[in-house]
């Protein structure tokens, strides 16, 4: 037995399997050429950002594209900044937003999908050990004593001496300890960590492709950081290379702000023998202050949240459209080709995402959410806006739920290919867009009913009136229409538009005046959906009566 054998027992006597016994249990995925495993793997220290949402959207897209597997990992080590309910709040984002999981904690209880778990990292300090206990053998990791005011006096002393601070080389003062000082120390009580033996030197440079930013070359590791903390729990440096080795990980799409811990991850999968995913560093999300970007706040951003997407009722599959557009900058000419395809169909290119700071633009979003629910169903758009108000607007779910087919035909209007509504963007535009629909939320005489600027209340009066004397709710479209041209003509308004403007001095208006004014008398307003459409949805009774009480 040798030394490092003798320490590696002395520190963990109770793990007796080999990191072969551990693989047998994760075998190579039964995968076809080319197939990515791909991962999202929060902590769950807050709610699901943006950002967040982005990242796995990417992963997921990367690995269903390819015939491979996106899963989930909690990578929960950090207990201390965990956030009850955090971790459950994570999943449920991912799925109301259509992102699919294929493996992962799937519900309370612990319950996981997926054959490579568990698949929180709290649950697998047993895998961690075993290498630990490796890499002690092995001499490539070994036990450090030192408490936090050791640490500190060793940065004093390295920024008195003009030296880079850190644990590395002869500033690392347990390195060399033996076997019996480490059992003095152990006897004594002390607690530890274990710290990897780095052979790096800060004088070399590691070089690696990134799948984003394309050939990045930066300072090799030389600290020996820490791999396992004093409570057993492994720092994420270190799980992550265990995991993504035993689930089988090929491809790891993260935020550029882990492009400086590369050197480490580097150093670890070829120290372990493992063979590393690629790795893709994606450009931080940023919005718009001003006049000036700057990425998303956390603390002051209500929009940083995915739970405010939620909130706000933008559908899943409009965030999920706008994402692509952020994604690769030939998707918009794409889906301008493709206007029906699903995205799925549309097949995503690392190298042609942003290498620097993508613009969230809300407004785009805004247009792009009010392109998909054009062409939603207007079943699906009850069913959506449904769901939505149960959690966000209770009066409108009850509405809803009291009045369905009413409200499915009023989706309706409108609803077609050629030329199809887009005055709703997300689910809490809802209940403003068909306020005028309910007899109770309408209210016209509260901010005075709009006309056109060529019609006066009283023309406006006696033009509805008009309208009543011959309106019958049987009428075919062309028979309404000509109906109203026939009052428009009495009123000395013409009753074609081109008459109008050939000679806009012989008339009080045109016939899109007196149509803006029956609009105007039934909805308090100028602009709504379709008007032959919108009066046949709110049936006979409900047009006469708002029709003669504007008459007076």
Known sequence: MTNRTELAD????????????????????????????????????????????????????????????????????????????????????????????????????????GSYGPYRQSDRAELYRVWIKRLIAEDLAYPCF?????LQAIRDRQQAAGQATGYYGEWAVHRGMTVEQVRDR?????????????????????????????????????????????DGIPTYHFAHAIDDHLMGTTHVFRGDEWLSSVPIHLQLFELLGFRRPEYGHLATLMKMDGASKRKFSKRKDRDASAQYYRSEGYPSEAVREYFMTLINSDYEEWRLANPTEPLTAFRIRPDKMNVSGALFDMNKLIDVSKDVVARFGAEQVYRQTTEWAEAYDPELFRWLRGNERYAVDIFA????????????????????????????????????????????????????????????????????????KRVAEAHGFAKETKQ????????????????????????GRLQTPDLFDMMRVMGENRVRSRLEAFAG
């Open 500 to 523: 109008f403007k050939k000679n806009p001095e012989s008339y009080a208006g045109h016939v899109g005046d007196v149509a803006a004014v029956i609009r105007a008398a039934l909805t």
């Open 186 to 230: 152990l006897n004594d009580g002390s607690p530890f960590v274990i710290r990897l033996k780095s052979p790096g030197s800060g004088d070399n440079r590691v070089r690696y492709t990134d799948l984003i930013k394309g050939d990045i070359e930066l300072p090799e590791n030389d600290q020996d950081i820490v791999l396992l903390k004093a």
């Open 10 to 113: 002395l520190l963990f006597p109770e793990v007796n399997v080999s990191p072969g016994q551990i693989e047998a249990r994760y075998p190579p995925r039964a995968l076809g050429p080319g197939a990515c495993v791909t991962r999202f793997a929060p902590s769950p220290t807050g709610l699901m950002t943006i950002g967040g949402l982005y990242a796995a959207m990417i992963s997921e897209r990367m690995a269903h594209q390819s015939g491979g597997v996106f899963y989930v990992r909690i990578e929960d080590t950090d207990k201390k900044r965990e956030v009850e309910g955090s971790a459950a709040e994570l999943l449920e984002s991912l799925k109301r937003f259509g992102i699919a999981v294929d493996e992962g904690p799937v519900g309370a209880g612990g319950t996981e999908a």
């Open 413 to 484: 209007i409108g609803r077609t290919p050629d030329k199809p509504r887009k005055d709703i963007a997300k689910w809490s535009d809802v209940k403003q867009t068909i306020a005028f629909f309910n007899d109770d939320w309408f209210d016209p005489a509260a901010d005075g009913v709009p006309l056109p600027s060529a019609v006066s209340i009283g023309t406006a009066k006696r033009l509805v009136r008009s309208f009543l004397d011959t309106y019958e709710f049987a009428d075919e479209r062309d028979v309404w229409f000509d109906k109203v």
């Open 146 to 150: 030192c408490t936090e005011d050791d």
